[in-house]
């Protein structure tokens, strides 16, 4: 049997070609993350996301938003953490 070697030598065109998909793939493909919270203190302590990201004593957890977190959201067994900028009040402006 003969074998065939089609690799791109190291810094050819298409080589770059090749590092410049996969680059866009990784971005295309990138898992949204949202900040979650035990629903219950029990939750805190039992629950872990499959990928082994577990629940924090103290503040939100970051967690990809896959079915697995979708599926536990609408459970109850987390909550979304309030997002830090929406609680920021603006200044108001003096006149």
């Given at each position: 049997?003969?074998?065939?070697?089609?690799?791109?030598?190291?810094?050819?065109?298409?080589g770059?070609?090749?590092?410049?998909r996969?680059?866009?793939?990784?971005?295309?493909?990138?898992v949204?993350?949202?900040?979650?919270l035990?629903?219950?203190?029990?939750?805190?302590?039992?629950?872990?996301?499959?990928?082994?990201i577990?629940?924090?004593?103290?503040?939100?957890s970051?967690?990809?938003?896959?079915?697995?977190?979708?599926r536990?959201?609408?459970?109850?067994?987390i909550?979304?953490?309030?997002?830090?900028?929406?609680?920021?009040?603006?200044?108001?402006?003096?006149?």
């Amino acid at each position: 049997m003969v074998e065939t070697n089609i690799r791109a030598r190291p810094g050819s065109r298409a080589g770059q070609a090749r590092r410049d998909r996969l680059e866009m793939l990784k971005r295309e493909s990138a898992v949204e993350h949202v900040k979650v919270l035990p629903g219950s203190d029990s939750m805190q302590r039992r629950l872990e996301h499959p990928t082994g990201i577990g629940l924090r004593a103290k503040g939100a957890s970051d967690w990809p938003l896959d079915t697995f977190t979708k599926r536990r959201l609408k459970e109850g067994a987390i909550i979304l953490a309030p997002d830090e900028s929406k609680r920021k009040e603006p200044k108001a402006e003096n006149a």
